[in-house]
């Protein structure tokens, strides 16, 4: 059975973890693996081991071993990261075209950390899980857009289609399918994330991932290996014409419930029920805040908000419980709304 999530940013509100399974298990931050300033490692330097032109390594963070494959077997002048996995620290997240192949859409890693991982699915990419963390319950990871694949979503490029087309109608999607791997034998569970879903009835609901959001992978039970999958509505004579990236971060991370954080929220809401207009009162200035229904779906997005008491317009939600979640001093805090 299949664990779909339309948009992750619900997950991110909170998970309950086992402490039984997960807390002696160390997270892949990244932060350990050294880079210069605005820079990555791709496997272009050729350290890997060599085959018939292809270069294999593996990098390590926390309990987790991730491969990279560069392949010059066209030639040495004209080599390509051609599947695995590449570390970054890169910060562009406006610039389009695969120059800009690096670089996350949140131009940082998770909580304002440095360093992130690129994926590349052109071929099998998988984490292949050691120490601890082997044969157990993986809690989950961060996921976001890199910048190449959304700019080329929301834009098109001389290869993929801007997504929703000319009408915006068009019911394109971008979904990373996850896996977990066993002795060599697949899972039965597997987990769906939308990098982008354009099916909405009302365009205004179409969205491109451009946060880190929270990605439960515990229904995948006791595994070794993760494997992940990209596909898209956008398909040529050649396979996918979207680009096949995404940026992950803190693998294995753990998260608390929402109980938890609505206990450590530092602002406030009212009128809490309210039929109209919500006010949110912010102690500190917020990166970023959000809307999100009880199916994981953002509803409204604001960013770098200053301190100070804000309106909330709500007369056109339907009625039911909302989460306001809000990102500021490296912290996710998340309170609970009612619309009547």
Known sequence: MRKIYKMAGFICLGLVLSSQNTNAQTVSDFEGLTLSSNSFWDGSDMSGTHNNGLFTSTFMSGDAIYPNVYDTSFSLAFGFWSTGFAYSNMTDSTTSGSGNLYSARTAEGVNGSSNYVIANTSNQCIVNLTGAAANNTVSGVYITNGTYPAISMRDGDAFAKQFGGASGNDPDWFKLTIWGYTG?????????????????????????????????LTP????????????????????????????????????????????????????????????????????????????????ITQSNIAKGIHSLDLRDLNNGIYFIKIIANRQVKVERIIKQ
């Open 184 to 216: 060599g034998n697949l899972t039965t569970d597997s987990v769906e994330f939308y990098l982008a879903d354009y099916r909405f009835t009302n365009n205004a609901q179409d969205y491109i991932v451009k946060d880190w959001n929270w990605v439960d």
């Open 220 to 299: 995948l039970g006791t595994i070794d290996s993760v494997i992940f999958v990209l596909t898209s509505s956008d398909n040529g004579a050649f396979g996918m014409n979207t680009p096949s990236f995404f940026a992950l971060d803190n693998f294995n991370d753990q998260t608390v419930s929402v109980s938890e954080l609505i206990a450590e929220t530092n602002f406030s809401v009212y009128p809490n029920p309210t039929k109209n207009n919500v006010s949110i009162k912010l102690e500190n200035d917020v990166r970023l805040l959000q809307i999100i229904d009880v199916t994981g779906k953002v509803i």
